[in-house]
Nanobody, 118 residues
Framework: QLAESGGGLVRPGGSLRLSCVTSGITVRLNNMGWYRQAPGKQRELVAQIPSVGTPSSGRTTYADSVKGRFTISRDNAKNIVYLQMNNLKPEDTAEYLC?????????WGEGTLVTVSS
C-alpha cells in the first residue's frame, strides 16, 4: 500500500513537499518513483531514486521538465519517499502518485492533487 499526501493549491513559483508513506514495501530495497498524470495526458515518470546497494545507488533521475526544480529523496527509517517541488509552474498541475520503478499496478494509490495557479 502506498499513500501520497502533501498536494494542494499553490501559486506559480511556490513550493510543495509530497510524501509517500508505504506499507509492505521497503523503500530502500526498491527503486522508487514519483509519477504524475495531468488531465487528458498519459501518466509520466517525474523522478526516480534507485535502491541502496546497487551500482546506481544515489543516482536520482528526473524528467527534463522538472530537472533543477524537483528533488526526490527517502527516509529509510520512516520508510517514506519525498518529492520536494520548487519553482512550481502551471504545467506542473497534475495528480501525483508514487510507485516502485518500473511501476506495478497493484501499488497505485489515490495520489495527491497539485494545482499551480495564480
Amino acid at each position: 500500500q502506498l499513500a501520497e499526501s502533501g498536494g494542494g493549491l499553490v501559486r506559480p513559483g511556490g513550493s510543495l513537499r509530497l510524501s509517500c508513506v508505504t506499507s509492505g514495501i521497503t523503500v530502500r530495497l526498491n527503486n522508487m518513483g514519483w509519477y504524475r498524470q495531468a488531465p487528458g495526458k498519459q501518466r509520466e515518470l517525474v523522478a526516480q531514486i534507485p535502491s541502496v546497494g546497487t551500482p546506481s545507488s544515489g543516482r536520482t533521475t528526473y524528467a527534463d521538465s522538472v530537472k533543477g526544480r524537483f528533488t526526490i529523496s527517502r527516509d529509510n527509517a520512516k520508510n517514506i519517499v519525498y518529492l520536494q517541488m520548487n519553482n512550481l509552474k502551471p504545467e506542473d498541475t497534475a495528480e501525483y502518485l508514487c510507485n516502485i520503478f518500473p511501476p506495478n499496478d497493484v501499488y497505485w494509490g489515490e495520489g495527491t492533487l497539485v494545482t499551480v495557479s495564480s
